[in-house]
């Protein structure tokens, strides 16, 4: 019966050392597979990295120029917007509706109220908020009088129309941001490919060390 025993222990014995022995050189044949694919990686990175880092800067570079630009034509333009100086007097107290914004805008009389526009019978005012209000002429009392009034709000028209020519000749604040939008996704594309790189690196490390651990846990058992 003991003698029985002693074979049954030593098939296990052998055969648990045999199953160490494949695991052992197996690990080892993957820790050699591993090293090679983080040599190569490594090589490749130290390549890619300088054409991603080359291309995340520049994109950098342009993402600056263009909101520059932006900036130096919105200042541009702001800087031209043509001035008025024609105003009038409300003669009456009165509320105006909007029906673009479904509001009620009150003024009380004697408020003196900037003129941007005029037909036969209405002029165009500004209120608070450079909301655009058309209201009766019998309401306005024209500062300048009603000739000189006339006069100066088409002067006025003629120079915005002139503004309105060269912001219709510059590219638009919404056009900026759509090119920095654009421009700023070419730059994540890279950013990204970069990090997925990084990481690879990383996780490869991380395994050959847990690999290393282990063989040289069976080396020393």
């Not at 479904?102 to 004697?110: I, L």
């Not at 019978?121 to 500062?143: E, G, R």
Request: with cysteine; aromatic share 10%; proline share 1%.
């Amino acid at each position: 019966m003991r003698k029985y025993i002693y074979y049954i222990f030593t098939i296990i014995c052998l055969y648990t050392g045999s199953l160490q022995a494949q695991n052992y050189r197996s690990n080892e044949k993957l820790l050699a597979e591993k090293e090679s694919k983080l040599n190569e990686l490594q090589e490749h990175f130290s390549i890619d990295s300088l054409t991603l880092n080359s291309m995340i800067y520049g994109l950098n570079r342009q993402i600056k120029t263009i909101e520059q630009e932006r900036d130096s034509v919105q200042d541009y333009l702001a800087s031209i917007v043509p001035s008025n100086h024609v105003f009038g007097t409300i003669k009456k107290d009165i509320s105006i509706n909007n029906r673009e914004e479904e509001k009620d805008y009150f003024f009380n009389q004697g408020d003196t109220v900037q003129l941007i526009n005029h037909s036969k019978h209405t002029y165009t005012l500004l209120a608070s908020n450079d909301q655009a209000l058309t209201i009766n002429t019998k309401y306005i009392k024209p500062l300048e009088g009603k000739k000189k009034t006339t006069s100066l709000i088409a002067q006025y028209q003629i120079r915005m129309e002139d503004y309105q020519k060269i912001i219709d000749e510059n590219p638009s604040a919404e056009w900026y941001e759509f090119d920095i939008k654009r421009v700023q996704k070419e730059r994540d594309n890279y950013q990204l490919e970069y990090d997925q790189l990084v990481k690879e690196i990383s996780i490869l490390k991380e395994e050959i060390n847990l690999l290393k651990t282990e063989i040289s846990k069976k080396t020393t058992s």
